[in-house]
């Protein structure tokens, strides 16, 4: 089902193979003419396009393309009137936010979606909360196996919490932290699951400079480390064309554009999209 | 072992102290690594060094840090690190690297620990300079460093690296894994079990043990090369001094590459047997150090200061009733916490104010800044404000003064329990011997002293010479009790018209500890008397007048005000009465004194980017100024081109008020006193 690569792309998945990081596989995540309507209002109209196994692609578009919508209707929060997503060869069109993550889809928000008045170290924790087996009586009662798991997942959070270095905000509730921080709170918690896919949803809007060169930093280590393909919705378009593989480019809904950086830079619909066309 | 090195080399002095020191007999143990081997026979299973992990703090015992060297000296061995070659070490505080330090000093090699925040070029010259082949670094950041200068450092053919993060992919030749090495290490080991006992056998107290690049302000850095004898010693008398053992706890967490924090986390717990503890991040410094509690701590005046910032700003958000405890209490401390805390005569009725406030205040206090185990406390690298030294002190933490310097093993001076002063370094350590020059440098001759500036016989010659004498290019003197006492640096030092000593720098740090003055320049050179131009702290007068009603529009305005003028020289007489008190320089006393119309500013050219003043420059710059100030005018019209940040430029035209300050007599300070 993969497209044959078009000559720039070929070029950047050589580049690619050279900084190391995993070569992209085939398909994972597929979207096939996915319409999506709220009464007369139509969020998506007739989006296809598909994500290969280890890549990072962007999703982009002026004010209301839709880009949110479109991650919501991956990770099962929407369901699409028409069309099916096809995620690791099995598709469906109707799926609950949790069997996604049981799937291995995780996602951060770009309105953050953290607790608040808890640490960074149990907000992270409960990323985990699906991998946990033993039940609220044992975990209440301290119980053995329950205090072995516990430690299990205390591990593999610390872990996290090395990667992304934040280990001295670790027992500070997450209210206090500045916005930039948060976010990477964000990001560990989506990590703690250990998914396949990584859906991010603006992860640098309301960042400095520094706070974004830190959090790219960061999204290519995951992909490095970890392997884990990602799709994320960026407003910066420096952020965008230096760390995507490719770009999916929607516009009221459709999709106006699909291709590396370079190609979508060149694209003309695109150019009239973000420097305005009458219509 | 090998004694005869001991008996070649001032035996007297080095060995005395040793052995008098310790619990352990410590004769013939005249390396680092003889003494790990020693610490790992006779305390194994004491913890040796921590490293905060995964959120857990990971224990090495004694013997499991000797274990590590062994295999990590077998390891560089097999790699072709010989005896003589230098190892560079690059990271922050982390237990493999100074494993890495105690390895190439197993075997002959001479570790050279370089500053981790220092770009990339910096660190080419020394590692051109001393010929580096090996080095020991901390993660990609450092291997990344090392591989751009790779072209001009070609010796450079060794590359470790502790943290394998983010380097999955580099091909570089020259790299290898820590862990890596470590096998490479346990295989050798295994071949040949006595090759590195060998080794350590046959280093002795003078061989070299560790290079340390000098920051090198002035011209190229220079390395300064110091022996195993040297270290150990220094690091012993101090601890028999402070009565150190194994027992003790550090927090390591100034960059390694500086000589204090070798001293302190690596020289002493290697002589002493005491534990140090590396923190997880820089950030985490705060919180590491409440849960480890170290019993002895050293930090520069900046970050004592930066505490006792927190500390304020998290009292005035206190409530009321918090805020009035704190002040009172601290009102207590402030009278008698210093005396109590050097066992003077203090009432009863103040004793159980003071014993009350221990409970309700300054406890918790202590154990909110990790110091409620502090024993001993040095400070050392700059001026200490006599406000911000005290106030330690008047919470029962005892924080105490010491000198020295990189070329002397750190310890020269230090303030013995007791004899605390806050403008001083206290008496000599023993073993140590000081005399001055009469131009007022010190000199200091000292078993700690440096052998040479590596490969710069030149300088070496110039700091050393020939009776082994280290010119410090510091001038001072000894207050009546025998004291150290540190005003300025030699070439800085002047003299009054009737050749009394004149330091511009001791008085321009006095008046600068004052909140409300941010800078000031002081003349007297070649001159009866001395004045002073004074730059006001913007944000402390501002309050100041804010509370008095006094408005104002800027700050040309605010320091033309005749209030302001009042409150500084109030801020100089206080100055001027300390300085009555020392009989060597009570003629410094400032008689007169302006406050300049505008800050002074690097982009300027009156500060240098340090935020030094440049005191000749400012002088000519503002000719007409000091003139006015030596005519005895009362006013004085000035004119001043200023830069803004954008490059423009714009003139300031003020009239400023010359004021004179009230002088004392030194007769007449010594009856008040």
Same mark, same amino acid.
């Given at each position: 089902?993969?497209?044959?690569?078009?000559?720039?792309?070929?070029?950047?998945?050589?580049?690619?193979?050279?900084?190391?990081?995993?070569?992209?596989?085939?398909?994972?995540?597929?979207?096939?003419?996915?319409?999506?309507?709220?009464?007369?209002?139509?969020?998506?109209?007739?989006?296809?396009?598909?994500?290969?196994?280890?890549?990072?692609?962007?999703?982009?578009?002026?004010?209301?393309?839709?880009?949110?919508?479109?991650?919501?209707?991956?990770?099962?929060?929407?369901?699409?009137?028409?069309?099916?997503?096809?995620?690791?060869?099995?598709?469906?069109?109707?799926?609950?936010?949790?069997?996604?993550?049981?799937?291995?889809?995780?996602?951060?928000?770009?309105?953050?979606?953290?607790?608040?008045?808890?640490?960074?170290?149990?907000?992270?924790?409960?990323?985990?909360?699906?991998?946990?087996?033993?039940?609220?009586?044992?975990?209440?009662?301290?119980?053995?196996?329950?205090?072995?798991?516990?430690?299990?997942?205390?591990?593999?959070?610390?872990?996290?919490?090395?990667?992304?270095?934040?280990?001295?905000?670790?027992?500070?509730?997450?209210?206090?932290?500045?916005?930039?921080?948060?976010?990477?709170?964000?990001?560990?918690?989506?990590?703690?699951?250990?998914?396949?896919?990584?859906?991010?949803?603006?992860?640098?809007?309301?960042?400095?400079?520094?706070?974004?060169?830190?959090?790219?930093?960061?999204?290519?280590?995951?992909?490095?480390?970890?392997?884990?393909?990602?799709?994320?919705?960026?407003?910066?378009?420096?952020?965008?064309?230096?760390?995507?593989?490719?770009?999916?480019?929607?516009?009221?809904?459709?999709?106006?554009?699909?291709?590396?950086?370079?190609?979508?830079?060149?694209?003309?619909?695109?150019?009239?999209?973000?420097?305005?066309?009458?219509? | 072992?090998?004694?005869?090195?001991?008996?070649?080399?001032?035996?007297?002095?080095?060995?005395?102290?040793?052995?008098?020191?310790?619990?352990?007999?410590?004769?013939?143990?005249?390396?680092?690594?003889?003494?790990?081997?020693?610490?790992?026979?006779?305390?194994?299973?004491?913890?040796?060094?921590?490293?905060?992990?995964?959120?857990?703090?990971?224990?090495?015992?004694?013997?499991?840090?000797? @274990?590590?060297? +062994?295999? *990590?000296?077998?390891?560089?061995?097999? %790699?072709?690190?010989?005896? /003589?070659?230098? =190892?560079? &070490?690059?990271?922050?505080?982390?237990?493999?690297?100074?494993?890495?330090?105690?390895?190439?000093?197993?075997?002959?090699?001479?570790?050279?620990?370089?500053?981790?925040?220092?770009?990339?070029?910096?660190?080419?010259?020394?590692?051109?300079?001393?010929?580096?082949?090996?080095?020991?670094?901390?993660?990609?950041?450092?291997?990344?460093?090392?591989?751009?200068?790779?072209?001009?450092?070609?010796?450079?053919?060794?590359?470790?690296? @502790?943290?394998? +993060?983010? *380097?999955?992919?580099?091909?570089?030749? %020259?790299?290898?894994?820590? /862990?890596?090495? =470590?096998? &490479?290490?346990?295989?050798?080991?295994?071949?040949?079990?006595?090759?590195?006992?060998?080794?350590?056998?046959?280093?002795?107290?003078?061989?070299?043990?560790?290079?340390?690049?000098?920051?090198?302000?002035?011209?190229?850095?220079?390395?300064?090369?110091?022996?195993?004898?040297?270290?150990?010693?220094?690091?012993?008398?101090?601890?028999?001094?402070?009565?150190?053992?194994?027992?003790?706890?550090?927090?390591?967490?100034?960059?390694?590459?500086?000589?204090?924090?070798?001293?302190?986390?690596?020289?002493?717990?290697?002589?002493?047997?005491?534990?140090?503890?590396?923190?997880?991040?820089?950030?985490?410094?705060?919180?590491?150090?409440?849960?480890?509690?170290?019993?002895?701590?050293?930090?520069?005046?900046?970050?004592?200061?930066?505490?006792?910032?927190?500390?304020?700003?998290?009292?005035?958000?206190?409530?009321?009733?918090?805020?009035?405890?704190?002040?009172?209490?601290?009102?207590?401390?402030?009278?008698?916490?210093?005396?109590?805390?050097?066992?003077?005569?203090?009432?009863?009725?103040?004793?159980?104010?003071?014993?009350?406030?221990?409970?309700?205040?300054?406890?918790?206090?202590?154990?909110?800044?990790?110091?409620?185990?502090?024993?001993?406390?040095?400070?050392?690298?700059?001026?200490?404000?006599?406000?911000?030294?005290?106030?330690?002190?008047?919470?029962?933490?005892?924080?105490?003064?010491?000198?020295?310097?990189?070329?002397?093993?750190?310890?020269?001076?230090?303030?013995?329990?007791?004899?605390?002063?806050?403008?001083?370094?206290?008496?000599?350590?023993?073993?140590?011997?000081?005399?001055?020059?009469?131009?007022?440098?010190?000199?200091?001759?000292?078993?700690?002293?440096?052998?040479?500036?590596?490969?710069?016989?030149?300088?070496?010659?110039?700091?050393?010479?020939?009776?082994?004498?280290?010119?410090?290019?510091?001038?001072?003197?000894?207050?009546?009790?025998?004291?150290?006492?540190?005003?300025?640096?030699?070439?800085?030092?002047?003299?009054?018209?009737?050749?009394?000593?004149?330091?511009?720098?001791?008085?321009?740090?006095?008046?600068?500890?004052?909140?409300?003055?941010?800078?000031?320049?002081?003349?007297?050179?070649?001159?009866?008397?001395?004045?002073?131009?004074?730059?006001?702290?913007?944000?402390?007068?501002?309050?100041?007048?804010?509370?008095?009603?006094?408005?104002?529009?800027?700050?040309?305005?605010?320091?033309?005000?005749?209030?302001?003028?009042?409150?500084?020289?109030?801020?100089?007489?206080?100055?001027?009465?300390?300085?009555?008190?020392?009989?060597?320089?009570?003629?410094?006393?400032?008689?007169?004194?302006?406050?300049?119309?505008?800050?002074?500013?690097?982009?300027?050219?009156?500060?240098?980017?340090?935020?030094?003043?440049?005191?000749?420059?400012?002088?000519?710059?503002?000719?007409?100024?000091?003139?006015?100030?030596?005519?005895?005018?009362?006013?004085?019209?000035?004119?001043?081109?200023?830069?803004?940040?954008?490059?423009?430029?714009?003139?300031?035209?003020?009239?400023?008020?010359?004021?004179?300050?009230?002088?004392?007599?030194?007769?007449?300070?010594?009856?008040?006193?």
């Amino acid at each position: 089902m993969s497209t044959p690569l078009s000559a720039q792309a070929q070029l950047a998945q050589e580049a690619r193979a050279k900084s190391g990081r995993p070569p992209i596989g085939d398909n994972i995540l597929e979207v096939e003419r996915v319409s999506l309507a709220f009464g007369g209002v139509r969020a998506l109209t007739d989006v296809s396009f598909n994500v290969r196994e280890h890549e990072i692609r962007a999703i982009i578009g002026p004010n209301g393309a839709g880009k949110s919508s479109m991650l919501n209707v991956v990770n099962g929060v929407y369901h699409p009137q028409q069309g099916t997503i096809r995620f690791r060869g099995r598709s469906y069109s109707d799926m609950h936010p949790r069997e996604a993550a049981e799937r291995g889809i995780a996602r951060t928000f770009q309105s953050l979606a953290l607790f608040k008045g808890m640490s960074v170290l149990d907000n992270i924790m409960s990323g985990r909360n699906l991998k946990m087996h033993s039940n609220m009586l044992m975990q209440a009662l301290r119980l053995g196996p329950a205090l072995r798991e516990e430690t299990a997942h205390r591990e593999v959070v610390e872990r996290i919490i090395d990667f992304l270095e934040i280990q001295a905000w670790r027992k500070t509730p997450v209210g206090r932290l500045p916005y930039g921080l948060q976010k990477r709170v964000d990001l560990a918690r989506a990590l703690a699951m250990e998914p396949t896919v990584l859906l991010l949803d603006e992860p640098m809007a309301g960042m400095n400079m520094e706070e974004k060169q830190d959090m790219c930093r960061f999204i290519l280590d995951v992909n490095d480390q970890f392997g884990t393909t990602i799709v994320l919705i960026e407003h910066d378009m420096g952020v965008v064309m230096d760390i995507s593989d490719r770009v999916v480019v929607l516009d009221y809904g459709r999709k106006i554009g699909d291709g590396t950086p370079d190609e979508v830079r060149a694209n003309q619909s695109v150019i009239d999209a973000y420097l305005g066309v009458s219509h | 072992m090998d004694r005869s090195r001991w008996s070649g080399a001032d035996p007297s002095r080095g060995q005395n102290v040793l052995e008098a020191s310790m619990a352990d007999d410590l004769t013939g143990l005249d390396t680092f690594p003889k003494l790990l081997m020693h610490h790992a026979r006779v305390r194994g299973d004491l913890p040796a060094i921590r490293e905060k992990d995964l959120g857990i703090w990971q224990t090495w015992s004694w013997k499991r840090f000797a @274990d590590e060297v +062994r295999a *990590l000296a077998c390891g560089l061995a097999a %790699q072709g690190f010989k005896r /003589d070659d230098h =190892l560079a &070490i690059v990271g922050d505080n982390r237990p493999r690297l100074y494993a890495a330090v105690c390895a190439a000093q197993a075997l002959g090699g001479v570790p050279v620990p370089l500053y981790q925040d220092a770009v990339a070029a910096e660190m080419a010259f020394p590692i051109q300079n001393a010929t580096i082949t090996h080095a020991v670094v901390e993660d990609q950041e450092q291997v990344d460093k090392l591989l751009e200068i790779l072209p001009q450092c070609p010796t450079l053919t060794h590359i470790y690296y @502790d943290d394998p +993060r983010g *380097l999955r992919h580099y091909g570089q030749p %020259q790299l290898m894994a820590y /862990d890596r090495l =470590l096998e &490479i290490g346990q295989e050798s080991y295994r071949r040949d079990p006595a090759y590195l006992e060998t080794e350590v056998a046959k280093g002795g107290g003078e061989d070299a043990a560790a290079m340390f690049f000098t920051s090198g302000t002035t011209g190229v850095p220079k390395g300064v090369v110091l022996t195993h004898h040297a270290l150990i010693d220094r690091a012993a008398a101090a601890a028999k001094m402070e009565g150190l053992g194994d027992r003790d706890v550090v927090l390591a967490y100034l960059p390694p590459a500086w000589i204090g924090q070798n001293i302190f986390s690596y020289a002493q717990p290697f002589v002493t047997g005491y534990c140090i503890c590396c923190p997880e991040s820089a950030e985490t410094v705060m919180t590491d150090m409440r849960e480890i509690g170290p019993t002895y701590y050293f930090a520069p005046p900046r970050v004592l200061e930066a505490l006792l910032t927190q500390v304020s700003i998290r009292m005035e958000d206190a409530g009321r009733f918090k805020r009035w405890l704190y002040k009172h209490f601290m009102e207590v401390a402030r009278r008698v916490g210093g005396a109590i805390l050097d066992g003077k005569p203090v009432g009863i009725a103040d004793r159980l104010r003071y014993a009350l406030g221990d409970m309700l205040v300054f406890g918790p206090l202590r154990n909110v800044l990790g110091m409620s185990r502090v024993r001993v406390a040095y400070t050392a690298g700059e001026a200490i404000g006599p406000d911000l030294f005290k106030f330690y002190r008047s919470i029962g933490i005892n924080l105490k003064q010491l000198y020295g310097s990189t070329e002397t093993s750190v310890f020269v001076c230090i303030q013995p329990n007791g004899q605390v002063k806050a403008d001083t370094v206290g008496p000599a350590v023993p073993g140590v011997e000081l005399k001055f020059t009469p131009q007022r440098e010190l000199l200091i001759r000292s078993p700690g002293l440096f052998r040479e500036y590596y490969k710069n016989p030149q300088a070496t010659a110039e700091a050393k010479d020939a009776e082994g004498w280290f010119h410090t290019g510091d001038a001072g003197y000894f207050d009546p009790e025998g004291h150290l006492k540190i005003i300025d640096r030699v070439k800085d030092v002047g003299s009054l018209a009737d050749g009394t000593l004149f330091a511009p720098k001791y008085l321009e740090n006095k008046l600068k500890f004052f909140p409300y003055i941010k800078e000031a320049v002081t003349f007297g050179d070649q001159r009866d008397r001395v004045c002073a131009f004074i730059n006001i702290d913007m944000e402390a007068v501002g309050n100041w007048a804010e509370k008095r009603n006094l408005p104002y529009s800027g700050y040309t305005d605010l320091a033309s005000r005749a209030e302001t003028c009042d409150l500084v020289g109030e801020c100089i007489e206080k100055v001027n009465a300390d300085l009555a008190a020392e009989p060597e320089i009570a003629n410094s006393q400032i008689h007169r004194f302006l406050i300049l119309h505008k800050e002074l500013d690097a982009d300027d050219g009156e500060l240098t980017r340090t935020r030094k003043v440049r005191r000749g420059f400012i002088a000519e710059r503002y000719q007409a100024l000091v003139d006015a100030l030596y005519a005895g005018q009362d006013k004085v019209h000035v004119e001043a081109q200023v830069k803004y940040e954008d490059g423009r430029t714009a003139t300031i035209s003020a009239d400023l008020a010359i004021r004179d300050a009230k002088t004392y007599s030194p007769a007449a300070a010594k009856r008040a006193a």
